[in-house]
């Protein structure tokens, strides 16, 4: 079973009351952050993880990704929204973007591949096709735990729709809409819910 949990953190109240209730680590990161919505955002996520994991200890994989034992979860934020995705069986990555301008074509050409900027080229929607794939790509690499490290401009999304084949694996997509953001989310486990769960922390 997979879940995923969304909270805005525009909401939340930057107190000693609410950075307390985080994991000692995440504590000092709030408290190194100068921005109030980096404050926010990461109080957020630490939120998120004791509502969901209580009393879990988290650790730090080879290329940086968390993990708790037994357990397969991912953070992803974005403007005023921080997302966490859980599974129950297979390790899952998260992305989320705030829909914007931004230059398809600088970008597309350090992150996808020929197939991918062709299409990019040929979309009349480009905007929402660039950040199909930019959110799968981000979301794929989260979750087979490698980040950048794997070169993105690798992986061929043109395709299929809906999965990608890697490490002779299959990884599933699917894709959420949240009030001018996307959503997507990755993992080998295809059994994904219909509806985000909203959580608010005041």
């Not at 109030?36 to 209580?54: H, N, V, W």
Request: some cysteine; hydrophobic content about 35%; proline content about 3%.
């Amino acid at each position: 079973m997979i879940k995923i949990y969304v909270t805005n953190s525009r909401n939340i109240s930057l107190t000693e009351l609410n950075i307390n209730k985080t994991a000692p680590n995440r504590r000092d990161k709030i408290r190194r952050l100068t921005r109030d919505s980096a404050k926010r955002q990461s109080l957020a996520a630490g939120l998120l993880l004791t509502e969901i994991f209580p009393n879990s200890e988290i650790k730090t994989g080879e290329y940086g990704k968390p993990y708790i034992e037994n357990e397969y979860f991912n953070l992803a934020h974005s403007g005023d929204y921080v997302i966490l995705a859980v599974s129950d069986s297979a390790d899952i990555g998260c992305d989320i973007e705030r829909i914007k301008i931004v230059d398809y074509e600088k970008i597309a050409k350090t992150v996808f591949c020929e197939n991918e900027r062709e299409m990019l080229r040929k979309a009349d929607d480009k905007q929402n096709l660039f950040f199909e794939f930019w959110t799968k790509k981000e979301s794929f690499m989260k979750c087979i735990g490698e980040g950048f490290h794997f070169p993105p401009s690798t992986l061929d999304l043109t395709l299929s729709s809906d999965r990608v084949l890697y490490g002779g694996k299959i990884y599933f997509f699917k894709e959420y809409m949240l009030s001018g953001y996307k959503i997507m989310l990755c993992s080998e486990d295809n059994a994904f819910p219909e509806n985000l769960t909203e959580l608010n922390f005041e």
